[in-house]
Every structure is written in structure tokens, then in C-alpha cells.
Nanobody
Framework: QVQLVESGGGLVQAGGSLRLSCATSGIIFSLYTMGWYRQALGKQRELVARIDSGRSTTYADSVKGRFTISRDNAKNTVYLQMNSLKPEDTAVYYC?????????WGQGTQVTVSS
């Protein structure tokens, strides 16, 4: 059974930092692309960052230079380091992985950035 469990969200002031973690189980973690998405209230879910099995990364333009995605294959965990946070980064952040045509999501973790 595939499980993705996010942690690390919270309330932070603008300009601050947070690190999100997504611990996985039930998959051969090192083989798969992992991603972080976010959904703000009243908006569609959007890709924030993605890292593939070869550690190539993709970022949304809105977070380039501020967020860094990384993975630790020994710990089956993907991270999202978020620096210079802005109020517009406020959203529920979800961990994601596509495996053999099926999408798997975590339960989400709330990130709130106050101005």
C-alpha cells in the first residue's frame, strides 16, 4: 500500500523559512518522480516543484530561487525547503508521485505566511 505523509507546515512570517518533508512507504522510492503541489483557498492545485529519479528538478516560476526540492533515497523521503516566504505562498502543500499511470497524494500540510 502506497503511503505519503507530509509534515513541516505551519505559520511563519513573510521572509521566513520552512522545510516540508514527505515520508513514503510501499514503493521503491528511488525509482519514481516525486513532486510538491499546492492549493490555495479558492484556487486550483498547482505544481510547485518536481524531482525525478535522476535528481533533475523542475520549479514553478513563482518559486524559482526561493524553494529547493531534494530527496533522500535512503530515508524514502522528499523535502521542500522554502525560503523568503511570501503571503502568496499560503496554501495546503501536497506530496505527489505518479506510479504506472496512477497518481498518489499525501493528505496535505498547511503553510500560512503572515504579512
Amino acid at each position: 500500500q502506497v503511503q505519503l505523509v507530509e509534515s513541516g507546515g505551519g505559520l511563519v512570517q513573510a521572509g521566513g523559512s520552512l522545510r516540508l518533508s514527505c515520508a513514503t512507504s510501499g514503493i521503491i522510492f528511488s525509482l519514481y518522480t516525486m513532486g510538491w503541489y499546492r492549493q490555495a483557498l479558492g484556487k486550483q492545485r498547482e505544481l510547485v516543484a518536481r524531482i525525478d529519479s535522476g535528481r533533475s528538478t523542475t520549479y514553478a516560476d513563482s518559486v524559482k530561487g526561493r524553494f529547493t526540492i531534494s530527496r533522500d533515497n535512503a530515508k524514502n523521503t522528499v523535502y521542500l525547503q522554502m525560503n523568503s516566504l511570501k503571503p502568496e505562498d499560503t496554501a495546503v502543500y501536497y506530496c505527489y508521485t505518479p506510479i504506472r499511470g496512477k497518481d498518489y497524494w499525501g493528505q496535505g500540510t498547511q503553510v500560512t505566511v503572515s504579512s
